[in-house]
């Protein structure tokens, strides 16, 4: 093994310390594929559109694009600090240069919170999906059965082991999912559209209408903010194209190109869905209609067969949306483990975790324990999460991650803006894409991570709640438990990971201040 640990040396008017990591690796072809295949588009998309629809009805358009912006505004903070600090802790690295060890330290550990909570929910809807596919329905609509937890926990040490098996063997896979995943959604969209216009999409159909993209015929602000924050997450995990920048072709340039590409994917795509599902079954709560209880875990399903007939090419449609989602699930199971094991590495290297965490492969020059502990106590946390109330801690979690999301991200977002402060002097493009844009987008995105934190306290927020044995009796929702309590977790391991190795909490490891420029 290579010790990463071993080689990490004084930050500041240096270069970024080798880790053992494959340079080169990934074209911006292959970054782009492993940003958008990361967000996971098309189970994300089909999971919440009907909630959407449901809280803002015919707004549901305007809601996807604007929830776009702080993305788009964080992404200009990850390719202006990626291009100045190409290092694959990414957040945790740049939180560090500008707010000092405890906050890199967390922000790192936020990364590692919010994938591994979401790796739960991967994997089930891999492993239902599978089943619904060869026409296993009574399985495959049994989240909890025991088959859909060990095929999807083999999924994850599937995933597990390809990413431990080699980034490019990865970024191929990737391509393959991705392919599958983009053109079903596109044909969908396409499908449903022109049954919309040529009028064969049945009574509840409406042609696209420009009022649609009004936000102000939203019924109430308190609407309006839930409303995108349940958008704001659909585009997480984008930011992996950054975390794998120590292994793509022009690291300071190409992850940053990357990642705004991917967000301009994925809004296209979106918004693209968005419009083309609600134009073809309209927003009633009956029937088809998008705001229908019964479809708001996968309108896919739903829409299938009315969209594309029930003839043999139409069933043929159909079976190709369910593998949509199965790959979709996949392609994210795999893309999730990359971001967490290289920021653990990081944290290996720079002595924030320890050193065991540094190792890499000498072969396959990928992360050996980060990747594998990444694998290993997420099935573990997915078989907890099954067997407990009923499984609803495993959509309670996916709820929860917003809170860890909103946190990094926003992290990143005002890390930049305070590395580039003396830019707002410069004036110009440096002032807007250095300064002004990540700060908004950071601030909003710690907003909607404190919005989240605060509204889940309420014991009717998601699936499960918990009541204090003693006086005075509240009842705690379990995504607060899950999103605040996760994040708390935090805070004693850093405590020991200080006494154990204080190097990095003395500052010896990572200056302030960005690299090779004046400390400010």
């Not at 004036?427 to 908004?440: D, F, Q, T």
Request: hydrophobic share 55%.
């Amino acid at each position: 093994m290579i010790d990463g640990a071993a080689q990490a040396a004084m930050r500041g008017d240096v270069d970024v310390p080798e880790k053992g990591l494959r340079a080169g690796a990934l074209t911006l072809a292959s970054s782009v594929a492993i940003g958008v295949a990361s967000a996971g588009p098309a189970y994300s998309i089909a999971a919440t559109l009907g909630l959407m629809v449901a809280a803002v009805g015919l707004q549901a358009p305007i809601v996807a694009l604007l929830a776009f912006v702080p993305i788009l505004f964080a992404a200009f903070g990850y390719q202006q600090l990626n291009r100045a600090d190409p290092d694959c802790g990414t957040t945790f690295v740049w939180a560090t240069r500008a707010f000092g060890p405890a906050w890199g330290w967390m922000a790192g550990w936020a990364i590692v919170v919010a994938d591994v909570l979401v790796m739960a929910s991967m994997a089930q809807v891999a492993g239902q999906y599978t089943f619904l596919l060869f026409g296993a329905d009574g399985i495959g609509h049994d989240p909890t059965h025991v088959a859909v937890l060990v095929l999807g926990v083999a999924f994850m040490l599937a995933m597990t082991w390809l990413c431990f098996r080699g980034i490019e063997l990865s970024a191929r896979i990737q391509s393959v999912l991705l392919t599958v995943e983009f053109v079903a959604l596109v044909v969908f969209a396409a499908v449903a559209l022109v049954r919309v216009w040529i009028g064969r999409a049945g009574e509840a159909s409406m042609t696209p209408q420009w009022s649609w993209f009004n936000p102000f015929e939203i019924g109430s602000f308190s609407t309006f903010v839930n409303a995108i924050l349940l958008m704001v997450f659909i585009y997480w995990g984008w930011d992996s194209v950054v975390s794998v920048n120590e292994e793509t072709v022009d690291s300071r340039r190409t992850p940053g190109r990357s990642a705004v590409i991917s967000t301009i994917v994925l809004v296209a795509l979106y918004v693209l869905v968005t419009i083309a599902a609600q134009s073809f079954a309209g927003v009633s709560a009956e029937g088809t209609g998008l705001a229908n209880p019964d479809h708001f875990d996968d309108f896919f399903a739903a829409l299938g067969t009315a969209v594309f007939g029930d003839g043999p090419l139409g069933v043929f449609a159909v079976h190709v949306l369910l593998l949509m989602i199965l790959t979709s699930a996949v392609a994210s199971t795999q893309t999730t483990i990359l971001p967490t094991a290289r920021t653990t590495l990081a944290m290996g290297v720079f002595k924030a975790l320890p050193a065991t965490f540094a190792t890499v492969h000498p072969r396959f020059r990928t992360p050996t324990v980060s990747t594998l502990a990444m694998g290993g106590v997420s099935a573990v946390l997915y078989v907890v999460f099954n067997f407990l109330a009923a499984g609803d801690l495993i959509y309670d979690s996916v709820a929860a991650i917003g809170i860890a999301v909103g946190f990094y991200y926003g992290m990143t977002g005002l890390a930049c803006a305070w590395l580039y402060r003396a830019d707002l002097r410069a004036g110009g493009r440096e002032r807007w894409m250095r300064v002004l844009l990540p700060l908004a987008g950071g601030a909003m995105l710690v907003f909607a991570a404190a919005w989240t934190a605060v509204t889940s306290f309420a014991a009717d927020y998601g699936e499960t709640y918990w009541t204090l044995p003693f006086a005075p009796h509240w009842q705690v929702g379990g995504v607060f438990l899950i999103g605040v309590g996760s994040m708390a977790i935090g805070l004693p391991l850093m405590w020991w990971c200080r006494r154990r190795e204080p190097a990095f909490f003395d500052g010896d490891t990572i200056d302030r201040g960005l690299p090779n420029s004046p400390k400010r």
